[in-house]
């Protein structure tokens, strides 16, 4: 199993310019979120770019920020003794990183990266925290959020019991595909490996599959979708499944991703 890597604890974000927040989020569980309480976080939130390998938060200690990504993705990730890591979800523009402080919680016995560079918002969880309590709408869309994120936890936990790899691999790569405004993103056979809880040899095996299949273009680290119906046919039930329970939960996605297919 792959190790978390120091280089993480490493890693720093860059602050944004301030009026790169725009008033129309990005962000699809802000956008989900009624007028009113949007606008009360507006003046909170600062604009940042998460840089790959980037850590939002670790293990036992203060949560300092959440984050709203709105491109990229970031890895929900459990590391055992030994410093062996596997990721147990995933985070993109459908949500937000910081779930321990909406149930009134500072800390969580995880850790968050970004396995994928892009855009984001930020704010100090003190102050999310003290929004949480002056509106019962905000409570009500984060528990929302809340809920479709642990679904897709338990989906993801099966999934990993009952599913080939090369389906897991094909979920990952479609929830990567939908979270981007790129067909194209950099992912090494560390990273991989290290969410889908398997050796690299094993996503060697699957990516190359994939490849000659003609689904995908994978090579030093850099991942090109080529054909989004022929993943969604080789993947399990899982990615559908996930993808059913955020509409359901948050409303149906926007389609602002350059009209790709969903």
């Known amino acids: 199993m792959p190790t978390a890597s120091t280089q993480w604890r490493k890693s720093q974000h860059t602050v944004a310019a301030p009026e790169t927040a725009k008033a129309r989020p990005k962000n699809r569980l802000l956008r989900f979120l009624p007028h009113e309480d949007y606008e009360r976080l507006l003046p909170h939130l600062q604009p940042v770019t998460f840089k790959y390998k980037l850590s939002l938060y670790e293990s036992d200690r203060q949560i300092e920020f959440v984050y709203f990504i709105e491109t990229g993705v970031a890895s929900l990730v459990n590391t055992m003794r030994n410093g062996d890591s596997a990721e147990v979800g995933t985070i993109g523009n459908e949500g937000m990183v910081g779930l321990p402080v909406i149930f009134g919680d500072s800390q969580a016995p995880t850790s968050v990266y970004i396995q994928v560079a892009g855009q984001g918002l930020r704010m100090r969880a003190k102050t999310f925290w003290q929004e949480l309590q002056r509106s019962v709408s905000l409570r009500t869309a984060m528990l929302h ?39 194209e993103f950099q992912l090494t056979q560390e990273f991989l490996a290290m969410m889908l809880g398997v050796q690299r040899p094993g996503v060697t095996i699957a990516a190359s599959a994939l490849q000659r299949a003609g689904l995908i273009h994978y090579t030093r680290g850099q991942v090109k979708i080529l054909d989004y119906a022929g993943l969604v046919k080789r993947s399990c039930e899982c990615y559908a499944q996930s993808k059913r329970e955020f509409d359901r939960l948050l409303g149906t996605a926007p389609s602002e991703n350059g009209g790709r297919p969903k």
């Open 145 to 183: 959020y809340a809920h479709a994120f642990f679904n897709q936890v338990a989906q993801s936990a099966a999934c990993n019991t009952f599913h080939l790899l090369e389906q897991r691999c094909c979920r990952w790569f479609l929830m990567t595909y939908d979270r981007m405004q790129s067909d």
